[in-house]
């Protein structure tokens, strides 16, 4: 997959948290896009949230308390100023959003719709 990025000029990166990462991004003409699952609106509840990581269990960083969940989504959402975590207003100011409903060829056609919409702006 790098090796296809390379070919095609992406790059993809994960894992921002806080604001002046999306606003750098944008800057440099990237597309940041917020991949949520269909469930979006019950996820706010961090209940069934923590629900999720618990069937999901991806090695020691999932190997949570509920309470440890807590304090480190609090902790991912609280920040007061561009340098401080906030997924929360990551997310909001995202171009696009990608449902991630566990669906493989919708994934792909979501991908494909996006990467064209990419394309198309950059000309």
């Not at 440099?28 to 999901?56: C, G, M, W």
């Not at 207003?89 to 056609?109: F, G, K, S, V």
């Given at each position: 997959?790098?090796?296809?990025?390379?070919?095609?000029?992406?790059?993809?990166?994960?894992?921002?948290?806080?604001?002046?990462?999306?606003?750098?991004?944008?800057?440099?003409?990237?597309?940041?896009?917020?991949?949520?699952?269909?469930?979006?609106?019950?996820?706010?509840?961090?209940?069934?949230?923590?629900?999720?990581?618990?069937?999901?269990?991806?090695?020691?960083?999932?190997?949570?308390?509920?309470e440890q969940f807590r304090a480190?989504?609090?902790?991912?959402?609280?920040?007061?100023?561009?340098?401080?975590?906030?997924?929360?207003?990551?997310?909001?100011?995202?171009?696009?959003?990608?449902?991630?409903?566990?669906?493989?060829?919708?994934?792909?056609?979501?991908?494909?719709?996006?990467?064209?919409r990419i394309d198309h702006a950059?000309?």
């Open positions: 997959r790098a090796r296809r990025a390379a070919e095609t000029g992406r790059i993809v990166i994960s894992g921002i948290y806080a604001l002046s990462e999306g606003e750098y991004l944008k800057r440099e003409r990237a597309t940041l896009i917020h991949v949520r699952t269909p469930e979006e609106e019950v996820e706010n509840d961090l209940q069934f949230r923590y629900s999720l990581l618990a069937k999901r269990r991806d090695g020691k960083r999932d190997e949570l308390t509920y480190a989504h609090t902790r991912e959402n609280s920040g007061e100023t561009p340098l401080q975590a906030n997924v929360s207003a990551l997310a909001a100011m995202a171009d696009t959003e990608l449902i991630n409903a566990h669906d493989e060829p919708l994934l792909a056609q979501q991908l494909t719709v996006i990467l064209e950059k000309l």
